[in-house]
């Protein structure tokens, strides 16, 4: 169970600069800049959960894993390429999105989220 909710503190994050050839990152607006941790699984697990937190500005990406994301400052709208749906999201809300979806991220208000994905063959 991951033991956050709105407005609690999250502790320290290290730097995740959008650099991961697997998510294909492309910039499309502002100088968006991410950090996050890891709380439990990653690297030769099939799920993780933690937290990342992302400044102003809008970027694509190709999610890695299946998410499950819990808003817990901020305000981002997300849409999804596969069918255009565009999810506006704000502290308490949260959005599933699937393994290998390309995904463009819309920061309004720097965000926070804590979110648990699920990868079949693995992190």
């Known amino acids: 169970m991951t033991p956050y909710k709105p407005g609690d503190p999250i502790g320290p994050l290290d730097d995740w600069p959008f650099d991961a050839p697997e998510s294909d990152y492309v910039i499309r607006d502002g100088a968006p800049r991410a950090s996050g941790r890891i709380d439990a699984g990653g690297p030769g697990h099939v799920t ?16 890695q894993g299946d998410e499950l994301m819990t808003i ?3 305000r981002c709208r997300i849409t999804q390429h596969h069918d255009w749906s565009v999810a506006e999201l704000a502290p308490g809300d949260s959005l599933f999105v ?9 920061i309004i208000e720097d965000v926070t989220k804590v979110f648990f994905a699920y990868k ?3 992190y």
């Open 98 to 106: 699937r393994d290998g979806s390309r995904v463009t991220w819309d």
């Open 120 to 122: 079949s063959n693995g």
């Open 72 to 74: 817990l400052t901020g």
């Open 48 to 63: 993780r959960n933690g937290i990342w937190r992302c400044t102003k500005g809008v970027f694509d990406c190709t999610e």
